[in-house]
C-alpha cells in the first residue's frame, strides 16, 4: 500500500484529508509541521507529501527547500491559500511537483496524487512505454518498431512532459515554466514550434497523438486520432 505523509497545522484540514486518502485505498501518516515532517521522513519511507505551506516552526516553502537539498525527490503537492503567480512560482522553485489552491476539490486531489505518483514510477524507471513506444530519458530517446529517434532535449522533454500525463491538458506557459525556465525569455510559441517538430516526426506512430486544445494549449493522448 502507497503511503502519504499530510503535513498540515489544521487539525481539521488534517483529519478530513486523512480520511479522504484512507478511504481511497492509500496508508497515511500525519505531522503537524516540517519539523515534524522531517522527522517522520527519517524513520519512515513516503511515497508522496500533501503539504501545507503556512505553518509554524518550518512552513512548506522551507520543508521542501531543505527536503531537496537533502537529496529526497518524494513528489510533492503543495496545498496552500495562496494563489498568486508569485507564490506558485516560490513553491516550484522550492523544489514542489505540483500545487492546488485552497478549497481544494477532493477528486482533483485525488486525480493529481495518482498522476504524480505515476510520475514518480516513471522518473525511477527513467522510462515511458505507450503501445510499441518507449521513451528513455537516458538516451533522449524514441524506439519504434521503425527504429530509433535520438531528440534533441527540449523535444524529448517536452514529448516526455506530454505522455507522463496522458490527457491532461497544458497550457504554453505550463510547458515554458517545466521545460524551459519560468525566467526565460523565449517565447511561448517557441513551445508551437517544438509541437510541429514533433508532430511530423512521429506523424505515422500509432501509439499517440499531440491534440491541439483550442485557445488552452496542447494533451497527448494514447492512439491516432
Same mark, same amino acid.
Given at each position: 500500500?502507497? /503511503?502519504?505523509?499530510?503535513?498540515?497545522?489544521?487539525?481539521?484540514?488534517?483529519?478530513?484529508?486523512?480520511?479522504? =486518502?484512507?478511504? @481511497?485505498?492509500?496508508?497515511?501518516?500525519?505531522?503537524? %509541521?516540517?519539523?515534524?515532517?522531517?522527522?517522520?521522513? !527519517? *524513520?519512515?519511507?513516503?511515497?508522496?507529501?500533501?503539504?501545507?505551506?503556512?505553518?509554524?516552526?518550518?512552513?512548506?516553502?522551507?520543508? $521542501?527547500?531543505?527536503?531537496?537539498?537533502?537529496?529526497?525527490?518524494?513528489?510533492? =503537492?503543495?496545498?496552500?491559500?495562496?494563489?498568486?503567480?508569485? %507564490?506558485?512560482?516560490?513553491?516550484?522553485?522550492?523544489? $514542489?511537483?505540483?500545487?492546488?489552491?485552497?478549497?481544494?476539490? !477532493?477528486?482533483?486531489?485525488?486525480? /493529481?496524487?495518482?498522476?504524480?505518483?505515476?510520475?514518480?514510477?516513471?522518473?525511477?524507471?527513467?522510462?515511458?512505454?505507450?503501445? @510499441?513506444?518507449?521513451?528513455?530519458?537516458?538516451?533522449?530517446?524514441?524506439?519504434?518498431?521503425?527504429?530509433?529517434?535520438? =531528440?534533441?532535449?527540449?523535444?524529448?522533454?517536452?514529448?516526455?512532459?506530454?505522455?507522463?500525463?496522458? %490527457? *491532461?491538458?497544458?497550457?504554453? /506557459?505550463?510547458?515554458?515554466?517545466?521545460?524551459?525556465?519560468?525566467?526565460?525569455?523565449?517565447?511561448?510559441?517557441?513551445?508551437?514550434?517544438?509541437?510541429?517538430?514533433?508532430?511530423?516526426?512521429?506523424? @505515422?506512430?500509432?501509439?499517440?497523438?499531440?491534440?491541439? &486544445? /483550442?485557445?488552452?494549449?496542447?494533451?497527448?493522448?494514447?492512439?491516432? &486520432?
Amino acid at each position: 500500500m502507497l /503511503r502519504i505523509m499530510i503535513v498540515e497545522d489544521d487539525e481539521n484540514t488534517r483529519k478530513l484529508t486523512e480520511a479522504v =486518502l484512507k478511504r @481511497n485505498g492509500y496508508e497515511t501518516v500525519c505531522a503537524c %509541521d516540517g519539523e515534524e515532517g522531517l522527522e517522520i521522513m !527519517d *524513520k519512515l519511507h513516503v511515497d508522496l507529501i500533501v503539504l501545507d505551506v503556512m505553518m509554524p516552526n518550518m512552513d512548506g516553502f522551507e520543508f $521542501t527547500k531543505t527536503l531537496r537539498e537533502c537529496g529526497w525527490e518524494t513528489p510533492i =503537492l503543495m496545498v496552500t491559500a495562496k494563489e498568486s503567480h508569485l %507564490d506558485k512560482k516560490a513553491g516550484f522553485l522550492a523544489g $514542489t511537483d505540483d500545487y492546488m489552491v485552497k478549497p481544494v476539490d !477532493d477528486e482533483e486531489m485525488l486525480l /493529481r496524487i495518482a498522476a504524480l505518483l505515476r510520475r514518480s514510477k516513471i522518473a525511477s524507471e527513467h522510462k515511458i512505454t505507450i503501445g @510499441n513506444t518507449v521513451l528513455d530519458h537516458d538516451s533522449l530517446t524514441v524506439s519504434t518498431p521503425d527504429g530509433v529517434t535520438e =531528440l534533441p532535449q527540449k523535444e524529448f522533454m517536452l514529448l516526455f512532459q506530454l505522455l507522463s500525463y496522458k %490527457d *491532461k491538458i497544458f497550457t504554453r /506557459r505550463q510547458l515554458m515554466d517545466e521545460i524551459w525556465d519560468m525566467d526565460t525569455d523565449t517565447d511561448e510559441r517557441t513551445v508551437d514550434v517544438h509541437i510541429n517538430r514533433l508532430r511530423e516526426k512521429f506523424r @505515422n506512430n500509432a501509439d499517440f497523438s499531440i491534440v491541439t &486544445i /483550442r485557445g488552452l494549449g496542447y494533451k497527448a493522448v494514447q492512439g491516432e &486520432i
